[in-house]
């Protein structure tokens, strides 16, 4: 079975800095893409950052552009996102997937999806 899980969230002031990770497990990690994806109350998932395993193409929505990196340890079958000075609105559940998107933060794109883990900007 294809297993993500993602982990590393919490409760972080604004300005803040935060590092997820999403481990997966049962496919060939290397011939894979993996997006993060994130949801906030009464909004719809929007696609946040993706990393094409074997080349490291990767890409980032505008909203978090020059805040967040993305990263990948192919020995550990781990993706990293980096979250460097978190604002508020970037409260929200995040989620990583894997897949062969042609697009790369469009979520119908993705096979498989982990559980997400909860990421909250506050004073």
């Known amino acids: 079975d294809v297993q993500l899980q993602a982990s590393g969230g919490g409760l972080v002031q604004p300005g803040g800095s935060l590092r997820l990770s999403c481990t997966a497990s049962?496919?060939?990690?290397?011939?894979?893409?993996i997006g993060w994806f994130r949801q906030a109350p009464g909004k719809e998932r929007e696609g946040v950052s993706y990393?094409?395993?074997?080349?490291?193409?990767?890409a980032y929505a505008n909203s978090v552009k020059g805040r967040f990196t993305i990263s990948s340890d192919s020995a550990k079958n781990t993706v990293y996102l980096q979250m460097n000075s978190l604002k508020p609105e970037d409260t929200a559940v995040y989620s990583c997937?894997?897949?062969?998107?042609?697009?790369?933060?469009?979520?119908?794109?993705?096979?498989?999806w982990g559980q997400g883990t909860l990421v909250t900007v506050s004073s």
């Open positions: 997937a894997a897949g062969h998107p042609t697009i790369p933060l469009l979520r119908y794109e993705y096979d498989y």
């Open positions: 990393i094409k395993i074997s080349d490291n193409t990767s």
């Open positions: 049962g496919l060939a990690f290397n011939s894979y893409a």
